[in-house]
């Protein structure tokens, strides 16, 4: 297990592990659509079908294990670093991430240590920080490509990747931010506190109730982010306040 530390965190503080896309920024318009693209047809060149039989291969390893990768890992003997080179090359990248003044703003007064938890690649999540202008911000990223555990990828939801990362960054209370619902429900046993993010463009799930393994459930990041903030600050309970006590 590898991390990328991009300035020195702060030891016994509260630790935000953050997930990248549709966390932090807007990815299902442009970016993951590409992305899946990428990979059908890298799945179609590889196992010579085609791109519609690709497709559905490419869905179904995601629903079972989590990431394509681990699928035409472990069915196909695919290099990691092939795969994930040939699917994220998204050469119009800069004009499909827009920063957000507000995140950053809020990220900057969030106390704590910020990390990036993320099934994307290292240099794909480093780029797309650098186009938020947050890359200052915070402290690590921990990327797929870093999740190897006992010789195994082992990205999310993996039940062994929560006690490693909070090896990584030792602290009083961890704090997962996260878009897909899956992702957090394994957290729930490993003393972590979850937020689920869900903004209204995904109606379903915006719509949905609260799982019981989901601490807390917003519409945006920078909403709890702020929320985080001032309960920190003010020491009040309520909202998210019992994630920072």
């Known amino acids: 297990m590898r991390i990328k530390f991009l300035k020195r965190p702060a030891a016994g503080k509260v630790c935000f592990w953050l997930d990248l896309d549709n966390t932090l920024h807007n990815a299902s318009k442009h970016i993951l659509p590409e992305i899946n693209e990428s990979m059908t047809q890298y799945v179609a060149g590889h196992l010579n079908i085609d791109p519609a039989q690709a497709s559905q291969l490419r869905n179904a390893y995601w629903l079972r294990y989590g990431a394509t990768l681990l699928g035409m890992m472990k069915h196909h003997d695919v290099c990691p670093q092939h795969f994930l080179k040939h699917t994220h090359v998204l050469p119009k990248l800069h004009e499909q991430v827009l920063p957000d003044p507000q995140m950053r703003h809020l990220l900057r007064r969030l106390p704590g240590n910020k990390i990036i938890l993320t099934n994307a690649p290292l240099e794909y999540a480093i780029r797309v920080l650098a186009l938020l202008r947050i890359q200052s911000l915070v402290h690590a990223v921990v990327a797929i490509d870093q999740m190897s555990i006992n010789g195994r990828l082992r990205p999310k939801p993996s ?49 949905a109730g609260k799982p019981a393994h989901i601490d807390h459930k917003v519409a945006r990041f920078s909403q709890s982010a702020a929320w985080s903030f001032t309960l920190a600050q003010t020491g009040q309970a309520g909202s998210l306040g019992t994630l920072m006590r």
Request: no cysteine; glycine share 2%; hydrophobic share 40%.
């Open 159 to 207: 039940g062994f990747l929560w006690p490693a990362v909070k090896r990584l960054v030792p602290a009083r209370k961890h704090v997962l931010f996260e878009d897909t619902a899956s992702h957090l429900k394994s957290v729930r046993s490993h003393q972590m506190k979850t937020v689920w993010v869900v903004p209204p463009r995904f109606p379903k799930q915006h719509k």
